[in-house]
Nanobody, 126 residues
Framework: QVQLVESGGGTVQAGGSLRLSCKAS????????MGWFRQVPGKEREGVAQ????????AYADSVKGRFIASRDLGKRTLYLQMNSLKPEDTAMYYC???????????????????WGRGTEVTVSS
């Protein structure tokens, strides 16, 4: 069973930065595709960033391009999300997701991922 555990959320002022981490564990873990999603109450879960195992391709939502950077440490089995120039509209619960393969057309779609963490909350104050 694969487990994903997020950490690093918190409250920050607009313009500040946070780095989220997602630690993967479990038997047989070898997931090529990992991504970050976010959700606010009453809205659908939104894909934020994705990065494959080799790091040769990645995807970002238009709303975070140039501000957020996804990275992976394969040895630590950890996915990171560096969030800079944070805005109040970035406030959400952030979830880590993983899947054995990256599915073109679903890189930032929750249907493309099998495993999910429980989330870490990010609040950006104005």
């Amino acid at each position: 069973q694969v487990q994903l555990v997020e950490s690093g959320g918190g409250t920050v002022q607009a313009g500040g930065s946070l780095r989220l981490s997602c630690k993967a564990s479990g038997v047989g873990y070898d997931h090529n595709c990992m991504g970050w999603f976010r959700q606010v109450p009453g809205k659908e879960r939104e894909g934020v960033a994705q990065r494959n195992k080799g790091g040769d391709y990645e995807a970002y939502a238009d709303s975070v391009k140039g501000r957020f950077i996804a990275s992976r440490d394969l040895g630590k089995r950890t996915l990171y999300l560096q969030m800079n120039s944070l805005k109040p509209e970035d406030t959400a619960m952030y979830y880590c997701a993983a899947d054995r393969s990256c599915k073109w057309g679903l890189l930032l779609d929750q249907r493309g991922y099998e495993y999910w963490g429980r989330g870490t909350e990010v609040t950006v104050s104005s």
